[in-house]
């Protein structure tokens, strides 16, 4: 590994701050209920070949030492970033492109390595990356490839998907490096269960192009099908479904139509494995439409159905989206990323409700390729990543949920000033004593500790600690986060 002593040097410099959304912008950024973190630009976290750009994101937590990390695809280069403390976030270095620099990076996580391919750039391939190297770094690096797949002459890929489950890699749109369609840019299965020894397992044609995917062991309402490794692709012009637990005898379950086709792009399942909310991404531009998304009833899968369709409050393009638990966290280009509510999503009308937004393209939410391009939602923490193409990674938290806005630790304990400096005072409203207070960094390292305290107010000195997230522990029992700025 390679240092990059000049980017650690000026990175300060380019972070954006926390910034709360207040009446409908954090900064220059039109918002509802969330908040800006910190935002790093792409001329930190790509290289300077071709033109810079941002493009695919995902996240991956540490199991080792709880630490979040966002793996920020780019244009040259995939850029590794630590925010687990979302308002100073550390850029840690980057894997730079195996072949050329094209607008399409995407990546996908399993067991502890990122997986990366690369679309329209020639003998590419997949790498494979320990993410491992990036525990106790102090300074940034030029990280290399701890593995390249290239089986059957995989150059370019348009996109990855990994089922968790069942450890296999399904490479989507690949061609080799002169730019021959390999399995019709069907999808190809890889045995990715020792990471750094990918292995082909087989591939499949016979439906034509995947531009996305999700795959999963289904475990929804139609028993047929309970148990089956299930693909979901998103075909260019229909939904498939596939039956794929047996790699070398996949079974067609049944395909989707909807008018108005544009480019079937990308869909996910809601948790209960009923629903599939589809985006299409250019049925905007083609058909004069305001963002379109299509939920489908897959009661059936044998027989899928439309079940509603929502439309958006401009015409921004829809890209990629994901779910977490009621929520459907979608990547809008210009509209950035917005966020419904989907409780109600079983409903032939209003089945998705906006309840939040963050802007990273503030111009205006014009029908064009810029913006947000993906979202990653899934960190224990409530951190939100956004990968955006011309401003790079933020990191966006729902308002008042970091202990800005409300900082009652119960009926009876406050904190104030939070965020602080130097200073803050912990009161008990009830006139009963705090005994002892002690702080951890975000990590559970023990910083700071005071006992025998035994008053009702108390002047805690915060001057000896960085500026961060910390917990605050009072009395043993009540624990809030403490911001230091």
Known sequence: MKKITFLLLFLPFFINAQTPCDNGFAGVYPCNDYDLMSNIPVSVLANTNGTPEGSDIWGWTDATTGKEYAIAAMTNSTAFVDVSDPINPVFLGRLDSNAGNNFWRDV?????????VADNVGGHGMQVFDLTKLRGLTSAQTFTADAIYTVDAVGSCHN???????GVAYLLGCSNARGGRI????????????????TKINSYANEGYSHDAQALIYNGPDTEHVGKEIYIGSNVNKIVILDVTDKNNVKKISEINYSEIGYTHQGWFTEDERYFILGDETDEQNFGMNTRTLVFDFLDLDNPVLSSTYSGASAAIDHNGYV???LFYMANYRAGVRIFDITNIASAINSMTEVGFFDTYPANDGT???????????????NLIIND???GLFVIRKSGTLGVENNSLTNSFSIYPNPASAKTTIVNGNNNPINNIQIFSVLGQKVLVKSNINESKYV???SSLNKGIYLIKINNTLTKKLIIN
């Open 183 to 198: 399995a019709s840019g069907g999808p190809i299965f890889v045995d990715i269960t020792d990471p750094k020894n990918p």
């Open 160 to 166: 990855i998907f990994i089922n968790e489950d069942s």
């Open 460 to 462: 805690l000195d915060t």
């Open 389 to 391: 193409i011309e401003r």
């Open 108 to 116: 996908k996580i399993y067991k502890d390595h990122a997986f990366i």
């Open 368 to 382: 064009a390729f810029n913006g947000a391009w993906s979202i990653y939602p899934y960190f224990a923490s409530g």
């Open 324 to 326: 977490k638990g009621n």
